[in-house]
């Protein structure tokens, strides 16, 4: 059955209510080839960093939904996508993670292209045909690949809207992760935690902004900072919901999405430095600042430090938060790789990155803090819709109350709102129920 | 050699009994106030300071591991806990300089979770560094190094 078929025959509008989605949307296999086919191979899809190849002739395999791509740096320092596909018979040619390699030769006939995907050698090139071309059988090129502060995204849409129409003002939370950089550039080659979970893929996504789950899910944590991290000098948190519910949980358009902590910073008085603990030295912390403050003047620091990283899911598979890139690649409709990535303030001190990866392995890795956590439910999330007797997972939280407009005009509720996840569902029926 | 292979032997099998048991204070008793618990991600040599880990615990941050399973009650991947039991084995054993004793052994940990049909296999090669302490070790530093540790890998609650 083709897809167009196939998907004519899933009404959508009656699987996702505004106010729950059915649990077919995330168990059905055939709901899943239809995302392949609408969203992976179509959409605005987070790939890499550039700094994962910073050097001609430097590569990183990965996955575009569940095409194996190649991501290099040519010759003319261009980044490009490549399908990793031998275009004779297929194979994939590169099996390792990363590297550096000038050409990549197949090991099944030994076909060999350039790392820009040219075909440049041919065993026993006399026996094809007359009228065979190598020009003819270089790499497959994702069409349109973009790049915003070096965040890599691929389209395999030969035509479409441009990803900064596609990013919309979710670009400025991206500014916002970077500009805290003293240099103005994160680097993302410090390694990454490579992770299966067992669920849908729709269920990180709509997680990865999802307040009101922090409380129990991540309850160890909140256990552990009352009984090891209390300090005498600060004050009590505000009683009930204590500092949750001052945040704005914010649609972006086009499926994305954010926590907006700004609200709640302005209450709580933290700043990005103010969250450092003691072990960063003096002499570190004023280096930080002098260079974020050469680069962008003492209020534009000062405003940057306050504000802090945004908390944003761009649709359908990139995830922003404190000092990582995290990206989901598909795997089948009950299982996904999740891969988190630390990133580094590129001309920092040593002590502020070390910091950053001493953070990132206290609570997101697959023995993270918290993440091990996430990953268990997400399993139990998962394994419960197989009663199927109960259809509808409910999206309704916060939806009787009224959405506010931020000084930007973007569209907001508060952060125990589903109102993220509902914005990504919308955005979701519109790409599956276009023609 | 400075050491009796009985002795160094003994500890490395009941420091993997404790784990298995999930008798983690008695395990976490083990550990000296120095301790480097670290688990290197992607690679099997890499630069701390610059590449990230699956796990850089020192003592404090390894109290809270314990403490999140042993105290809070809603440490997930651990509610109700795995059940466990490893091999150990190829031992290995070298004088250290500041009067340590160093090993290398290899182990297979396999853990069952209630709510999965499949049980997750740990297999991998660990480095300790032993300081001897009133005719018994404190473990002063453990290195594991994971053969999946570049694979996409499932959440990693019990120790290694």
């Known amino acids: 059955m083709d897809m167009a078929t196939r998907s004519s025959l899933i009404d959508y509008a009656a699987l996702v209510k505004p106010d729950r989605v059915h649990a077919r949307v995330y168990t059905d296999p055939d709901i899943f080839e239809d995302e392949l086919e609408r969203i992976w191979y179509r959409e605005w899809v987070f790939v890499g960093h550039e700094s994962e190849v910073p050097n001609v002739g430097d590569y990183r395999t990965g996955h575009l939904g569940k095409q194996p791509i190649l991501i290099t740096r040519g010759r003319d320092m261009q980044v490009r996508v490549l399908l990793n596909r031998c275009t004779h018979r297929g194979n994939t040619l590169c099996q390792a993670r990363s590297g550096n390699a000038p050409t990549f030769t197949c090991s099944y006939h030994g076909w060999t292209y350039s790392c820009e995907g040219d075909l440049q050698g041919v065993l026993f090139r006399e026996d094809f045909p007359p009228d065979f071309r190598r020009e003819d059988h270089g790499l497959y090129r994702v069409p349109r690949v973009e790049m915003y502060r070096g965040f890599i995204f691929a389209s395999l849409a030969k035509t479409g809207k441009s990803l900064q129409e596609h990013l919309g003002p979710a670009a400025a939370n991206i500014d916002r992760f970077c500009d805290l950089s003293p240099s103005g550039e994160i680097t993302m080659n410090h390694g990454v935690y490579r992770m299966r979970i067992e669920c849908n893929w729709k269920m990180w996504t709509e997680n990865s902004v999802d307040s009101y789950h922090v409380y129990q899910t991540h309850g160890s944590n909140v256990y552990l900072a009352n009984m090891f991290e209390a300090k005498a000098d600060k004050p009590p948190p505000p009683p009930g919901k204590g500092y949750f519910g001052l945040i704005h949980a914010r649609d972006l358009g086009n499926g994305h999405s954010d926590l907006d902590m700004r609200p709640q910073r302005r209450v709580t008085g933290m700043t990005y430095t103010g969250e450092w603990s003691g072990d960063i030295p003096e002499s570190a912390q004023r280096a930080y600042l002098d260079g974020l403050e050469k680069l962008h003047g003492k209020a534009k620091a000062e405003q940057i430090l306050t504000e802090g990283p945004a908390h944003t899911v761009i649709f359908p598979n990139l995830f922003n938060m404190l000092q990582e890139i995290r990206w989901c690649v598909p795997v089948s409709v009950n299982e996904t790789y999740i891969y988190y990535a630390p990133c580094l303030f590129k001309g920092a001190p040593d002590e502020i990155n070390i910091a950053r990866l001493r953070r990132d392995e206290g609570a997101y890795g697959p023995a993270g803090f918290q993440l091990s956590d996430d990953i268990e439910v997400w399993a139990r999330n998962y394994q419960g819709l197989q009663a199927r007797e109960v259809e509808w997972i409910l999206m309704n939280r916060g939806i009787h109350q009224p959405v506010g407009r931020d000084e930007d005009g973007i569209p907001y509720q508060s952060d125990l709102s589903e109102l993220t996840m509902r914005s990504q569902w919308r955005h979701y029926l519109e790409l599956m129920s276009s023609p | ?160």
């Open chain 2, 1 to 160: 050699m400075a050491f009796d292979r009985y002795a160094v032997e003994q500890f490395l099998y009941r420091e993997a009994r404790l784990a298995d048991e999930q008798r983690l204070d008695d395990w976490f008793a083990l550990w000296d106030e120095d301790a480097l618990y670290w688990v290197p991600c992607n690679e099997y040599d890499i630069d701390p300071t610059r590449q990230l880990s699956i796990i850089y615990d020192d003592h404090a941050r390894l109290r809270l591991r314990v403490a999140r399973i042993t105290e809070t009650g809603m440490a997930w991947t651990q509610e109700p806990r795995s059940r466990l039991r490893r091999l150990v084995s190829n031992i290995e054993i070298y004088d250290h300089p500041d009067g340590l004793v160093q090993t290398f052994s290899n182990f297979h940990l396999t853990e069952l979770r209630v709510n999965r049909r499949d049980p997750v296999e740990w297999i991998g090669r660990t480095e300790h560094r032993l300081r001897p302490h009133g005719g018994d070790f404190k473990l002063a530093y453990k290195k594991v190094m994971l053969i999946n540790n570049d694979h996409e890998m499932t959440q990693l609650s019990c120790m290694v």
